[in-house]
């Protein structure tokens, strides 16, 4: 018989996490934590005086400590480059993350220079929509020169073998999209296999960016937030999260085509990654609807309760799929 009932995502302690960081990071004065915010990792807010951290605490079972490397190891490349990103701060062992146990299993802790700004969303106007394509760009084009200490590829098709079987268990009793949904899965695993390797340019990605991923300060500067997701995918599949987040986040459409524009200048994509672009944005969908179900019970109903329905997702999917020939 096990001491603790079995727990799936915990809630750190934030005066312990404030110690923890305190002793990590070497700072001289008691730090004050508070827990700022839950998605698929938790964040914390840390403060030392008039200094301000954020410190992401990655949920166990989540991502693997190579997955959260890369991540760590990207952001320094990109800085090294001058991009818009804010990297980890080292420890003082020089570690770009610390561990700490949890009931449900040990969880990686790196903390950032807290940036100041309003997101992206609240300051949407065309110009800066298209300087975030082209952002995008510069991180793509500089991202070719990174070398990881370990690989990362991330949204492989298989992922929507693995995560349709909690996708039919949370639309049970919705026989109709249950039946399309398992029609469309081998569908859409198919025709992503069938992308010969070498046809379509690939390297590091964001992974998904859109408007809520960044900030914009007083000064117009900008910062690419949140690379939780990235790894080595298509550039064009990395170009056609943000267009679908725009969907998904009720965006006018035109902002979309001023990313793409400001995108192209700086990287004009072939006329084989445009073909994809449909593809890309049903399997982005669906990725995100089977991946939203495999991990619900750590997130709760935020993503059909609070945001979009299952209804709404039936609907775009439906729509998205006829779009890529798939229906």
Same mark, same amino acid.
């Given at each position: 018989?096990?001491?603790?009932?079995?727990?799936?995502?915990?809630?750190?302690?934030?005066?312990?996490?404030?110690?923890?960081?305190?002793?990590?990071?070497?700072?001289?004065?008691?730090?004050?934590?508070?827990?700022?915010?839950?998605?698929?990792?938790?964040?914390?807010?840390?403060?030392?005086?008039?200094?301000?951290?954020?410190?992401?605490?990655?949920?166990?079972?989540?991502?693997?400590?190579?997955?959260?490397?890369?991540?760590?190891?990207?952001?320094?490349?990109?800085?090294?480059?001058?991009?818009?990103?804010?990297?980890?701060? %080292?420890?003082?062992?020089? &570690?770009?993350?610390?561990?700490?146990?949890? @009931?449900?299993?040990? !969880?990686? +802790? $790196?903390?950032?220079?807290?940036?100041?700004?309003?997101?992206?969303?609240?300051?949407?106007?065309?110009?800066?929509?298209?300087?975030?394509?082209?952002?995008?760009?510069?991180?793509?084009?500089?991202?070719?020169?990174?070398?990881?200490?370990?690989? %990362?590829?991330?949204?492989? &098709?298989?992922?929507?073998?693995?995560?349709? @079987?909690?996708?039919? !268990?949370? +639309? $049970?009793?919705?026989?109709?999209?249950?039946?399309?949904?398992?029609?469309?899965?081998?569908?859409?695993?198919?025709?992503?296999?069938?992308?010969?390797?070498?046809?379509?340019?690939?390297?590091?990605?964001?992974?998904?960016?859109?408007?809520?991923?960044?900030?914009?300060?007083? &000064?117009?500067?900008i910062t690419f937030l949140d690379f939780d997701?990235?790894?080595?995918?298509?550039y064009a599949q990395d170009v056609m999260a943000?267009?679908?987040?725009?969907?998904?986040?009720?965006?006018?459409?035109?902002?979309?085509?001023?990313?793409?524009?400001?995108?192209?200048?700086?990287?004009?994509?072939?006329?084989?990654?445009?073909?994809?672009?449909?593809?890309?944005?049903?399997?982005?969908?669906?990725?995100?609807?089977?991946?939203?179900?495999?991990?619900?019970?750590?997130?709760?109903?935020?993503?059909?309760?609070?945001?979009?329905?299952?209804?709404?997702?039936?609907?775009?999917?439906?729509?998205?799929?006829?779009?890529?020939?798939?229906?």
């Amino acid at each position: 018989m096990t001491k603790y009932f079995p727990t799936i995502h915990s809630v750190l302690d934030n005066e312990a996490l404030a110690h923890a960081c305190a002793e990590q990071y070497g700072l001289k004065e008691a730090p004050y934590c508070e827990f700022f915010h839950r998605g698929m990792n938790d964040v914390y807010l840390l403060r030392t005086g008039a200094k301000q951290y954020a410190v992401r605490a990655w949920r166990a079972n989540w991502r693997s400590m190579d997955d959260v490397a890369f991540e760590l190891e990207f952001l320094e490349f990109l800085k090294s480059k001058g991009l818009p990103v804010v990297p980890g701060i %080292r420890c003082r062992s020089g &570690a770009a993350y610390f561990v700490v146990p949890a @009931p449900e299993g040990p !969880r990686a +802790i $790196a903390a950032f220079e807290w940036v100041p700004g309003t997101k992206f969303a609240q300051r949407a106007d065309p110009k800066l929509v298209a300087r975030l394509g082209e952002v995008m760009a510069e991180i793509h084009i500089a991202g070719a020169d990174f070398s990881p200490s370990k690989p %990362r590829r991330t949204n492989p &098709a298989s992922m929507i073998d693995e995560n349709l @079987p909690h996708l039919q !268990r949370l +639309i $049970a009793d919705r026989p109709e999209d249950l039946r399309f949904y398992r029609r469309l899965a081998p569908r859409l695993v198919e025709a992503l296999e069938a992308i010969k390797p070498g046809s379509l340019p690939t390297g590091p990605c964001h992974g998904d960016f859109h408007l809520y991923n960044g900030l914009i300060n007083d &000064a117009d500067e900008i910062t690419f937030l949140d690379f939780d997701n990235c790894g080595q995918v298509y550039y064009a599949q990395d170009v056609m999260a943000f267009c679908w987040a725009n969907e998904f986040t009720g965006q006018p459409p035109a902002h979309s085509d001023r990313f793409v524009e400001g995108y192209e200048s700086c990287r004009p994509m072939s006329g084989a990654e445009r073909d994809h672009f449909a593809l890309f944005i049903l399997a982005k969908e669906f990725r995100l609807l089977t991946g939203y179900a495999k991990h619900m019970h750590a997130l709760g109903h935020y993503l059909t309760r609070h945001q979009r329905g299952l209804s709404w997702f039936a609907r775009s999917v439906r729509k998205h799929a006829s779009e890529a020939g798939l229906d």
